[in-house]
């Protein structure tokens, strides 16, 4: 087997270094210590992210949506496969590093997707981006840390506690989703989304692209 070959490292929020990893055509995003935030070999849940996100606001002539966390360009991608052209998708990514590894090293993994017309691209806090949103957003799609119950970088729990989940609420217009990812399940999450407002449903899916191996978590609330 190929060794790992280190490509670059980013300062990350909270003072982590983050590092990019290549072995063939496979690629890694890793805290220095070596805890694994994403590969390209598993982008199965992420994907399903978009979908059952989009399966659940309906046909929508011009749908907004905003996806928090660039990360490998999983959801990205499965969301532009399923959108009309008239649609926005912007993307926030606090990591301004992870935007330039988008566009260099890691051009082969996001095939292009960075430079659909559909695609705003901004390198910031999604929190922010949801306390401000205007026009409302039609779907939320959260794809921050390891999930509300595996937090990386403490800020983020703004997104999931009940402030933020009510900054949610408000940013999304009648009949909206607030789509979220998780990598293990958090049966307290599902009642904190209860009590901000929200119908939830919560979805075991694959983390690859097959019927075998690890499941992640993934939350779709409608407003």
């Given at each position: ?10 300062s ?19 805290l ?16 399903s ?5 989009l ?9 907004r ?11 990205l ?9 008239a649609?926005?998708v ?11 590894w ?26 922010a ?63 904190r ?8 449903e ?13 499941r992640h ?7």
């Amino acid at each position: 087997m190929l060794p790992w070959e280190l490509l670059a490292t980013a300062s990350a929020p909270q003072g982590d270094t983050l590092r990019l990893l290549r072995r063939g055509t496979e690629y890694s995003i890793r805290l220095e210590g070596g805890n694994e935030l994403m590969n390209s070999r598993l982008g199965g849940s992420e994907e399903s992210l978009a979908t059952l996100t989009l399966d659940r606001i309906g046909a929508r002539p011009a749908p907004r949506l905003l996806i928090g966390g660039l990360g490998m360009g999983f959801t990205l991608r499965a969301a532009l496969a399923a959108t009309p052209a008239a649609a926005q998708v912007v993307v926030s990514e606090i990591v301004p590093d992870l935007i330039g590894w988008a566009r260099g090293p890691m051009a082969e993994v996001f095939g292009g997707c960075l430079e659909d017309p559909r695609v705003l691209l901004r390198a910031g806090d999604v929190a922010a981006e949801i306390r401000t949103a205007a026009p409302p957003y039609d779907a939320i799609l959260l794809d921050v840390d390891n999930g509300p119950d595996g937090l990386t970088r403490a800020g983020n729990d703004g997104l999931y506690g009940e402030a933020g989940l009510r900054a949610a609420h408000r940013a999304l217009s009648p009949g909206g989703v607030l789509a979220v990812w998780s990598a293990a399940p958090d049966p307290a999450f599902t009642r904190r989304l209860g009590r901000c407002g929200f119908q939830a449903e919560t979805h075991s899916v694959p983390a690859g692209r097959g019927k075998r191996g690890p499941r992640h978590i993934i939350w779709t609330a409608r407003r």
